[in-house]
């Protein structure tokens, strides 16, 4: 079986044909930093418009480096949430007019399942239950995944997202969008004990994490140290404030995992690329850690056509009315009897 996967739902714009026999055959990206970087985030208007631009490109190149013709593609899986509402539909809209065109199947891909069995495409072995902690721009999540299509939430932020708190603190020191793999270059010239930050404390629950106090605390650090800052001291700053971002993600994984009997965990988005984040949970917790190759970490088609597939083995395929819905939870996803334990 070929799958055809579409991902629109932020920034990238990405096309992939995945192979149940062969696996991924092809997975083709476009970029939109370049148009962003001056406004120091996304612009959603931006970012559909160029949708719209590259789209039927990306996915022509997609099938010819899959060495595939359309006629032999028996499903579309396309992203419908969560994400920008315009982006979202420019791919939603395309995925039907294919559907409708090829008269193939078309299924409905929550973008965040796509990451969180991201890990699964390169470690078919992981044993479940597991947790799953999706770690990105947008999301920082800890998910019990029970079996494929079985998820239960069990922490997540009260406010910015880990991938967003890097960000904004690359902005306050002058790095361009996005500051993530920028901070982790210079970090490894400092110390991650250089500076102190804060581990927040949310009353709401142990589980809870927040990162918009850690952004107050290094603007107030930054203000008390004068405008100019010598690459060292830039260094020894991004090391720490990475540090205190990412001891929160494991205190949590901790509280969880005393709580939650697991047999592995995995780390799966943006920042799940940055190999500091992977030393320290692969040191530092008692069970087996998991990531997912740093090709998947972004947002891609690829996660989108296997998630895809496995979505309509379990649960079949999707009519043509579905909607876009920009704010889509994992915890939407319900397939207790049609799930499995493994592959």
Same mark, same amino acid.
């Given at each position: ?9 932020c ?103 796509? %990451?969180? &069995? ?10 479940? $239950? ?5 770690? #990105? /721009? =947008? ?62 404390k ?32 830039v ?11 990412? %001891?929160? &993600? ?10 939650? $009997? ?5 780390? #799966? /988005? =943006? ?26 970490c972004?947002?891609?088609?690829g996660?989108?056509?296997?998630t895809?597939y ?7 395929a999707?009519?043509?009315t ?11 996803i ?8 493994g592959?």
């Amino acid at each position: 079986m070929r799958v055809l996967g579409i991902e629109t739902s932020c920034d990238d714009t990405s096309c992939s044909v995945y192979d149940t026999d062969q696996g991924i055959r092809s997975v083709v990206l476009s970029s939109q930093e370049v148009f962003h970087q001056k406004y120091g985030g996304i612009v959603p208007e931006i970012a559909s418009r160029k949708h719209l631009e590259v789209l039927p490109w990306v996915a022509e190149h997609a099938l010819l480096e899959a060495q595939t013709q359309w006629d032999e593609l028996d499903l579309i899986a396309v992203t419908h949430g969560p994400g920008l509402v315009g982006s979202l539909l420019v791919g939603v809209d395309y995925a039907k007019t294919l559907s409708m065109g090829l008269g193939r199947p078309i299924v409905a891909v929550n973008h965040l399942e796509g %990451h969180l &069995l991201s890990p699964m495409m390169d470690h078919s072995d992981i044993a479940f $239950p597991f947790l799953g902690i999706i770690v #990105s /721009g =947008g999301h920082t999540e800890y998910i019990l995944v029970k079996a494929i299509g079985r998820y239960e939430k069990v922490a997540e932020t009260v406010d910015d997202a880990c991938g967003e708190a890097l960000d904004k603190f690359g902005k306050l020191l002058g790095i361009p969008y996005p500051a993530g793999p920028l901070i982790e270059k210079k970090a490894q010239e400092g110390s991650k004990n250089a500076y102190a930050f804060p581990l927040p404390k949310v009353k709401k629950s142990t589980f809870a994490l927040s990162f918009s106090g850690l952004k107050t605390s290094a603007m107030l650090l930054l203000k008390s140290l004068g405008s100019d800052q010598t690459s060292l001291e830039v260094a020894h700053l991004c090391a720490s404030y990475q540090h205190a971002l990412f %001891h929160q &993600l494991l205190v949590v994984a901790k509280r969880v995992l005393h709580q939650y $009997p697991v047999k592995a965990v995995t780390l #799966s /988005g =943006g920042v799940a690329a940055n190999q500091t984040l992977r030393d320290l949970f692969q040191s530092s917790l008692p069970v087996p850690c998991f990531f997912p190759g740093r090709k998947w970490c972004t947002d891609n088609a690829g996660m989108i056509a296997f998630t895809g597939y496995h979505q309509y083995r379990l649960r079949g395929a999707d009519t043509l009315t579905f909607p876009v819905v920009s704010r889509l939870s994992i915890s939407s996803i319900h397939n207790s009897k049609n799930s499995e334990v493994g592959i």
